[in-house]
């Protein structure tokens, strides 16, 4: 993303708690400037233009995510923008604290900004039920793997000079046949912005 902005004209900083991440993308971007620090503890020598945050926010506990959200709003000039990626819905990881769309407008808003867009992304319904469909029968290998076990180690010996099957090859198939036909689905999604209960979604906000 910083790079994004850099090649568009924006004096771009970018932050990150990550020492390793920094200095990777100092060594990639040598004309951005790069601080390993987190939002709660960044403040800019003046204010920005324009301040992004990708799926940063859901990764603080709730009462944390408001102190996040008025430090952007600090960052930023009367009537600057910030742009927001962050997963709306629920999330079973326990470090993820994701709010409804409207939750997180009304978190904004709260905090100093006026909503000026939404779109949603990342619904991958292919990719899902791939992943999906391929749990559930690696689930049933699972079952009955004690006989399964013992009739592998008969075969093997039966047929040691057979070479193995070249499974890496499937596998990659099968996932690039997967994301070809994801493909075309999540750009009809998104330009839709179809309203389905898991997805993420990318926020214009507006200071105020």
Not at 50 to 71: A, D, F, G, K, T
Not at 75 to 85: F, R
Request: charged share 25%; with cysteine; aromatic share 10%.
């Amino acid at each position: 993303m910083a790079r994004f902005l850099s090649e568009r004209g924006y004096l771009t900083v970018g932050i990150d708690l990550q020492p390793d991440l920094i200095q990777a993308a100092r060594r990639r971007n040598p004309h951005v400037s790069f601080t390993c620090t987190s939002v709660q503890d960044y403040s800019p020598a003046e204010p920005f233009d324009l301040v992004s945050s990708v799926e940063v926010i859901r990764h603080n506990p709730y009462e944390e995510q408001h102190r996040v959200i008025r430090r952007l709003r600090e960052s930023l000039v009367d009537g600057g923008y910030a742009i927001v990626l962050e997963g709306i819905g629920e999330d079973p990881r326990p470090q993820a604290f994701y709010r409804t769309l409207g939750g997180w407008v009304e978190t904004f808003e709260k905090s100093g900004f006026r909503k000026v867009a939404t779109r949603r992304y990342y619904y991958h319904l292919v990719v899902k039920a791939a992943r999906r469909f391929t749990s559930m029968l690696t689930s049933r290998v699972h079952t009955g793997v004690g006989q399964a076990q013992r009739r592998l180690e008969v075969n093997l010996k039966e047929s040691a000079a057979i070479p193995a099957p070249k499974t890496g090859y499937l596998r990659d198939f099968t996932k690039r046949v997967v994301v070809g036909l994801d493909a075309p689905l999540e750009a009809f999604l998104i330009r839709r912005n179809v309203a389905l209960p898991y997805s993420d979604c990318g926020f214009l906000f507006q200071a105020v």
